[in-house]
């Protein structure tokens, strides 16, 4: 059974940067295509960025283009999404999510097999 754990989230200034990490085990991290989702209070879960399973394709959503990079270390089976200049419209709980697949950076939600729990990000103005 493959789990996810999301760590790094937090409070954070407007401008200001965050890196939130997901630890893979249960599985071969090297074969899972891996992505990030966000949700924020009333909305539905969102696409934030993805990554292939050879790390060497990414995606991002248009909302974070410029401002978050997505990466993995398969030594480690960490997944990485490094955010920058953080605005209000960033509050969210944002979600790991792995499929156990050698796949190319996947946005639908509905792709992925496994889930985090989450870890939240508020972004004060």
């Known amino acids: 059974q493959v789990q996810l754990v999301e760590s790094g989230g937090g409070l954070v200034q407007a401008g200001g940067s965050v890196r939130l990490s997901c630890v893979a085990s249960g599985g071969t991290f090297n074969n899972f295509a891996m992505g990030w989702f966000r949700q924020a209070p009333g909305k539905e879960r969102e696409f934030v960025a993805a990554?292939?399973?050879?790390?060497?394709?990414?995606r991002y959503a248009d909302a974070g283009k410029g401002r978050f990079t997505i990466s993995r270390g398969n030594a480690k089976n960490t997944l990485l999404l490094q955010m920058t200049s953080l605005t209000p419209d960033d509050t969210a709980n944002y979600y790991c999510a792995a499929a156990p697949f050698r796949l190319p950076p996947m946005i639908v939600a509905g792709e992925y097999e496994y889930w985090g729990q989450g870890t939240q990000v508020t972004v004060s103005s």
């Open positions: 990554i292939s399973w050879s790390g060497r394709t990414t």
